[in-house]
């Protein structure tokens, strides 16, 4: 007989820790998620040679070699106080090199200018009768003189001008006249207004006597009757039965854009796929 479960089958399954998968690591830029610790270069050699940086490690190799430190000495090298100064020489000052041991002649001044005249004091400026030229006398100038002076010659150019300017009329125009809104057909007549609308008496018109009425005999005309006459009968023509039809020509080619025989054959025969491989045939007589 079965015995029934009322129990979990499987209790250790959801008790303890169970194994989980690792979720998706985000790009980054850690080591962690390859297999190497560090970051390997894939050249053989230094990608990049800086100078600069070589220089430095150099020097710190050779550093490095020192067993002590620099050398210094006890006192400092002494600045000299000036230009040409002998201080902290072993022979001291030199007597030929001295500038005053030479003689110097007395300077003497060369003297003024010979002068004739006293010279006038200031400079002149705005001053008359003080300078090598003499004061430019007022000449009176009449009013609107130039416009005068350019009226009168252009009346004698226009005096000798014998015709009007000379005009050619073949030049290139942008149009075929000057006028594009010009027309050769005379223009419509002027429109004329209506005349006054005429007032309707309020009597209407009224004949004095009736209209006839026709009554057979055409009576109260001013002209008589005519006769009538019978038309004559139209015979019809019959038409021979052995005649040939109308000719009508066959309509021409429209003018449309038509590709020839050469260049549909060619589109024929060569295509993207064989235009490389093709080899025109050329046909010898």
Avoid: W
């Avoid at 230094?46 to 067993?67: C, S, T, V, W």
């Avoid at 902290?88 to 003024?112: D, F, Y």
């Amino acid at each position: 007989m079965s015995k029934s479960t009322t129990g979990p089958f499987h209790e250790s399954a959801y008790r303890s820790r169970q194994m989980q998968a690792g979720f998706t690591k985000q790009q980054c830029a850690l080591q962690s998620g390859f297999f190497d610790k560090s970051f390997k270069r894939i050249f053989e050699r230094e990608a990049l040679n800086d100078p600069m940086k070589l220089a430095r490690q150099h020097r710190i190799q050779q550093a490095r070699k020192n067993l002590g430190k620099a050398f210094l000495p006890c006192n400092g090298v002494k600045r000299p106080c000036g230009s040409g100064s002998y201080y902290g020489t072993l022979s001291g000052p030199i007597e030929a090199m001295s500038p005053l041991s030479v003689t110097q002649k007395a300077h003497r001044s060369p003297g003024r200018n010979i002068t004739i005249s006293p010279p006038k004091k200031g400079s002149g400026y705005s001053y008359p009768s003080v300078t090598l030229s003499k004061v430019k006398l007022y000449a009176s100038d009449p009013y609107d003189r130039a416009k005068e002076v350019l009226k009168k010659e252009a009346a004698i150019h226009r005096s000798r001008l014998r015709d009007g300017p000379f005009k050619l009329n073949l030049y290139p125009r942008d149009y075929f006249q000057g006028n594009p809104y010009r027309s050769d057909k005379p223009l419509l007549p002027a429109h004329k207004p209506l005349p006054p609308a005429q007032k309707d008496s309020p009597v209407p018109f009224k004949p004095s006597s009736p209209s006839k009425r026709i009554g057979g005999m055409k009576a109260g005309t001013f002209d008589k009757y005519p006769s009538h006459s019978t038309d004559p009968y139209v015979i019809r023509l019959s038409k021979p039965d052995n005649q040939e039809p109308i000719f009508r020509p066959a309509p021409g080619p429209k003018s449309t854009p038509v590709k020839s025989i050469i260049t549909v054959n060619v589109n024929r025969n060569v295509h993207s796929a064989n235009y490389l491989s093709t080899i025109p045939t050329v046909r010898t007589i």
